[in-house]
């Protein structure tokens, strides 16, 4: 069972930048997909990021929400066993606790549902102030 362990999250003002970190107990992108959620209060959990190796190559598709695209970017280093979530342009509303999770790649459908994935970090708080 693979265990996931994010970092990097914190208080920025708006228009700044952030970088989370989830490193994993062994190697992700051989065998999983890769997301990033957050989830705010008395809200459900939402879509941030995806990403996934294309098989058979050493390429991969990503995967972002709306909301974020064009300011984030997830990555991954398959040697350091992490996946990294860079936040460009920070505002208010992305303030949430994120969450960083694995699903199998051979069983993953839908990338962008959080029921899709079976492992789950303990969350990181990102805050971004007006």
């Known amino acids: 069972q693979v265990q996931l362990v994010e970092s990097g999250g914190g208080l920025v003002q708006a228009g700044g930048s952030l970088r989370l970190s989830c490193t994993a107990s062994e190697q992700l992108f051989s065998t999983y997909a890769m997301g990033w959620f957050r989830q705010t209060l008395g809200k459900e959990r939402e879509f941030v990021a995806a990403?996934?190796?294309?098989?058979?190559?050493?390429?991969?598709?990503?995967y972002y929400s709306d909301s974020v695209k064009g300011r984030f970017t997830i990555s991954g280093d398959n040697d350091k066993n992490t996946v990294y979530l860079q936040m460009n342009g920070l505002k208010p509303e992305d303030t949430a606790v994120y969450y960083c999770?694995?699903?199998?790649?051979?069983?993953?459908?839908?990338?962008?549902?959080?029921?899709?994935?079976?492992?789950w970090g303990q969350g990181t708080q990102v805050t971004v102030s007006s």
């Open positions: 999770a694995a699903t199998m790649l051979r069983t993953i459908v839908k990338i962008t549902i959080d029921d899709e994935y079976d492992y």
């Open positions: 990403i996934k190796l294309i098989s058979g190559t050493t390429y991969y598709s990503r």
